[in-house]
């Protein structure tokens, strides 16, 4: 009689290797690659932007579009800053700025009358965020 069924065959398994684990708490954990975070290229003011607000005149909302637009206006003027600031270094031969440079740099950046009411909010500005941190 003739077998229908092949012959069985068996494989030898070795007892030597583990077998892997499932499980998530595994002594030896397979390292995970991290990548840094990309830093934005892009500075934003909105977070100044919100604690002056809250500090000066609490009771005053903005909106998104608006808090957009201001953000993007001290984007400018900053720019502008920097500029009048490395002049105002080159020429003084100090790498340290004090506040008498940064409003002689506000009053070279800012046209007329506005000038002038920058000057007097920074410095409104400064006495108060000295007042909140004493």
């Keep these: ?18 077998i892997p684990s499932t499980s998530t ?7 995970r690659v ?3 975070k990309q ?13 002056m607000k809250k500090i000066v005149s ?3 909302k903005l909106s998104s579009i608006a808090l957009e637009g201001l953000d993007n206006l001290l984007s400018n003027v900053y720019q502008m800053y920097c500029s009048e600031f490395q002049l105002l270094s080159s020429h003084t031969k100090i ?6 440079d940064v409003e002689s740099a506000t009053k ?22 000295e007042m909140q941190n004493s």
């Design 108 to 129: 070279l950046c800012m046209p007329g009358n506005l000038k002038n009411k920058a000057v007097n909010n920074g410095r409104r500005c400064v006495f108060l965020q």
């Design 1 to 18: 009689m003739m077998d229908i069924f092949p012959q069985e065959t068996y494989i030898k398994v070795e007892d030597d290797e583990p």
């Design 39 to 51: 830093r934005r290229e892009e500075l934003s003011f909105k977070p100044y932007i919100l604690r």
């Design 95 to 100: 790498k340290t700025l004090s506040d008498k």
């Design 25 to 31: 708490h595994d002594s030896n954990p397979v390292q």
């Design 58 to 60: 609490p009771d005053i």
């Design 34 to 36: 991290r990548r840094k």
